[in-house]
């Protein structure tokens, strides 16, 4: 059977035309740590069926440069310019430390990835650093994605688990499942990478479930892919055949030819473990399909390889044949030893089915070949025994006892390396389980300074506030205690207001009611008088015009006599209310010819409103009006009053020569001041506007 492995990566990883993809994608074990030239790796033993699936392990990965997408690609990636590293470094020049900075150097570490591994790992220690300044989480993970890319393909497998749990920590800290699931899917791969295959799927499961909760189908059936090859290689071929039936299901659904491919050629494994050969021949037919599709050769080679090995357990030696030829061209195209190796041992078993032992030997030497220069000893094993079926056809018996004991020798030392192999991975198991637990007391004690610190610091911190706290309460009581002794300051001024200004009133009104009532009467009595003496008298003609010229002088004094006691306490204020009162007022003025006044009035017809407000708002405009008479040179006037449900609003504007009203903050007028103390007195508020030459114009707000 042919694995197509599917791995989880964070990173950009585009595999090149001299790389070996098996190391690229890190599958391989603690036993291969020796490799050639072109990274090629040993295998674990197997038998020719099996061996297929442990051919193909090319899943290719891509990262996003900004953020830590996981991609999962399988065609090879083309090589970035020097023109695009140029243009990165120079934006680096003029970076400034941020998070920008650091997807700056992620990408730069992108583009030497594919031939300088060294420096794109330079990069990703400055993103680290950078990260680690800033306090920014999600740079550190992105680092620990692409970093542990490195050390995956360096078989630092310890150094990768440990990071990739530490994206584990970050990525739950910042309460992020998508990077979370990410996290869980690397490590994972990580524990794949060292044959730990219940740890990786423990992993892989935890990652399912996230991304089942985020809905990422994409990722579900990329990472139940994983679990298909992880499962199969724990002979739980039931469980490898439920995960990669439902990763077919899903990439067909989405559309995603390539991944849907690399799950074809999985499944198609998993169903020839478990003996359905006609299911495992259709996966390999429409997985060879695609390849042709997609001219992937890899996959093309894979397939091919699958679809022999189905023929060959059906004896069917003429069928077998074409599909390992194929496979052989395709491995030597791609410089692919395994795959060539594997294509070689095909052949030399359909030449012993046909009973040529000449063409058999042939091939089966040329596998050797490439197994020994490469020191591939599982394959060595499986080309030997094939050697050793050929020359018992030879009827060489004694040279194919020898090739026998020369592979059981060999397999004995595979069965040895596996032993130190599963031991050294339950000791680094345990050395990685006692690091966690150092790190996790660390942590632990270093949670515990902090937290002293923090409560220190809030005891300190509680203490200044409570200070500070103190200090303004007893400030703001202060205040208020001043604005209490202001208000009532300037209530006892309002009191001592009104009381002045009712006193004011009243004697007005008793003044106008003597002037009225008394000397009105008496001058009126003397006229009277003096009518009736006039009957009376012989005069002259002179006498009698100086005594007509006395009694008209005696009307015009009873006249005068009425207006100041009129203005002292309007007659028609206090019988017909303000309104009329103050139309009545701007009558007598322009019957007079001093000014003429535009009276208008909005709401104060039935407007029913107290009586010392009504004549405090008759003396305010009274005053303006006097003063505009007095010092405005004015040739006309307006006098507006509105009310407004409890707002009475006061506007008078003259046309006259207008003032600078910066003289008002100084001046001591009596008029002046009586007239902000009747505003203060209802609580009112003035607004004066006026400019030398341009007239004034008075506003006032009041409460009725």
């Known amino acids: 059977m042919f694995s197509f492995c599917f791995v989880v990566f964070s990173v950009k990883m585009n595999s090149t035309a001299g790389e070996c993809n098996h190391v690229k994608r890190g599958f391989f074990t603690s036993r291969a740590k020796k490799s050639c030239k072109k990274g090629r790796v040993k295998r674990g033993s197997m038998c020719f069926i099996c061996d297929i699936r442990r051919h193909y392990l090319c899943s290719f990965m891509r990262k996003h440069s900004t953020l830590l997408l996981f991609l999962l690609v399988s065609l090879l990636g083309k090589a970035q310019t020097e023109a695009v590293k140029d243009s990165l470094v120079k934006l680096l020049d003029i970076a400034k430390d941020d998070s920008s900075k650091v997807r700056l150097y992620i990408e730069l570490g992108n583009q030497y990835e594919v031939d300088d591994l060294q420096t794109a790992g330079k990069y990703y220690l400055l993103a680290e650093d950078l990260s680690k300044r800033l306090h920014y989480k999600r740079g550190i993970i992105k680092f620990i994605s692409n970093y542990t890319y490195l050390l995956n393909v360096r078989g630092d497998f310890d150094s990768s688990l440990l990071l990739n749990k530490q994206s584990i920590q970050l990525s739950t800290e910042i309460s992020d499942n998508l990077l979370l699931a990410k996290s869980l899917a690397n490590t994972g791969n990580v524990f794949q990478y060292s044959n730990d295959y219940d740890s990786a799927v423990f992993y892989y499961e935890m990652a399912v479930k996230l991304f089942e909760q985020l809905d990422d189908k994409t990722m579900i059936a990329y990472i139940g892919d994983a679990l298909q090859n992880a499962y199969q290689q724990l002979n739980q071929n039931d469980k490898a055949l439920q995960y990669g039936k439902e990763a077919v299901r899903i990439l067909r659904g989405a559309g995603d030819t390539n991944g849907l491919g690399q799950a074809l050629l999985n499944t198609a494994n998993s169903y020839q473990s478990l003996g359905y050969a006609d299911s495992a021949l259709t996966c390999y037919n429409e997985a060879l399909t695609i390849s042709h599709q997609l001219n992937h050769k890899r996959l093309e080679s894979a397939s091919l390889l699958g679809i022999g090995n189905i023929h060959l357990h059906r004896y069917e030696a003429d069928s077998m044949k074409p599909y390992y030829e194929k496979a052989l061209v395709l491995s030597r195209q791609m410089e692919d030893p395994d795959g060539e190796s594997t294509a070689l041992r095909g052949l030399a078993l359909h030449y012993l089915l046909k009973k040529n032992f000449t063409g058999a030997k042939e091939n089966i030497t040329n596998a050797l070949t490439i197994a020994d220069s490469l020191d591939l000893r599982h394959e060595k094993v ?138 009105g009467g008496m001058l009126s009595g003397i006229k009277h008088s003096l009518n009736t003496m006039k009957g009376n008298l012989i005069m002259t003609p002179d006498n009698a015009l100086g005594f007509e010229r006395s009694i008209d002088m005696l009307d015009s004094s009873i006249k005068e006599m009425r207006r100041v006691a009129h203005n002292m306490m309007p007659e028609a204020l206090v019988k017909f209310g303000l309104d009329t009162a103050l139309r009545d007022f701007c009558n007598d003025i322009n019957q007079s010819g001093a000014l003429q006044v535009n009276y208008q009035s909005i709401g104060l017809e039935n407007a029913v409103i107290e009586q010392t407000t009504s004549i405090t708002i008759y003396r305010i405009i009274q005053e303006l009006l006097n003063n505009v008479m007095k010092h405005a040179s004015a040739k006309s006037a307006l006098v507006q009053v509105s009310k407004t449900n409890s707002d009475i609003s006061i506007t008078v504007e003259d046309d006259g020569k207008g003032f600078d009203t910066a003289i008002l903050k100084s001046t001591k007028g009596l008029g002046w001041s009586n007239l902000r103390s009747r505003i203060d007195y209802l609580k009112g508020r003035m607004d004066v506007q006026s400019a030398p030459g341009n007239g004034t114009s008075v506003l006032i707000e009041l409460k009725a």
């Open 382 to 519: 499986k080309n030997m025994k094939v050697l050793a079926s050929i020359l018992y056809g030879l009827y060489d018996v004694i040279a194919a006892e020898k090739c026998l004991d020369s592979a059981s020798v060999i397999e004995n030392q595979l069965a040895g390396d596996e032993v130190q192999r599963k031991t050294l991975v339950i000791e680094k198991r345990f050395e990685t389980e006692k690091k966690e637990a150092q790190i996790k007391l660390q942590q632990a004690q270093i949670k515990q300074k902090n937290t002293l610190n923090y409560l220190l610091g809030a005891f300190a911190i509680s203490a200044i506030v409570i200070g500070i706290l103190g200090y303004r309460s007893h400030q703001h009581k202060q205040k208020l205690q001043q604005a209490k002794i202001e208000e009532l300051e300037k209530e006892k001024q309002l009191a001592a207001v009104e009381a002045v200004l009712k006193g004011e009133e009243q004697e007005r009104s008793r003044l106008a009611k003597d002037l009225h009532d008394g000397l």
